[in-house]
């Protein structure tokens, strides 16, 4: 029902910022949380950021610090997840996922509480 496909990865030095978004097919998108996860190699999938489907809700992982700000335009079906300070633990392949709800919202970091999932991009931090 939804496909979601991810840009703006790429390789930067420590300390620089990175841009991503996600861009959400159908005409429901401000029905859905959007969420980004991230996977390391040999590592487990950890959750990163979520925002509600009107955006007034945000929450974060702890070990973004300050440093990541998600957001979303629902008239441009777009996600957004702005990395700043970037540092070699934040390489990954990042991933957009998407999660409806009924009249009860609740927050979550669960990968398997999610419906739909991008493809991933990549993000290398050199040191």
């Known amino acids: 029902q939804v496909q979601l496909v991810e840009s703006g990865g790429g390789l930067v030095q420590a300390g620089g910022s990175l841009r991503l978004s996600c861009a959400a097919s159908g005409r429901t998108f401000s029905n859905y949380e959007m969420g980004w996860f991230r996977q390391a190699p040999g590592k487990e999938r950890e959750f990163v950021a979520a925002i509600s489907g009107s955006g007034r809700i945000t929450y974060y992982a702890d070990f973004v610090k300050g440093r990541f700000t998600i957001s979303r335009d629902n008239a441009k079906n777009t996600v957004y997840l702005q990395m700043n300070s970037l540092q070699p633990e934040d390489t990954a392949v990042y991933y957009c996922?998407?999660?409806?709800?009924?009249?009860?919202?609740?927050?979550?970091?669960?990968?398997?509480?999610?419906?739909?999932w991008g493809q991933g991009t990549q993000v290398t931090v050199s040191s």
């Open positions: 996922a998407a999660r409806s709800y009924g009249l009860g919202y609740r927050e979550t970091r669960r990968g398997d509480e999610y419906d739909y």
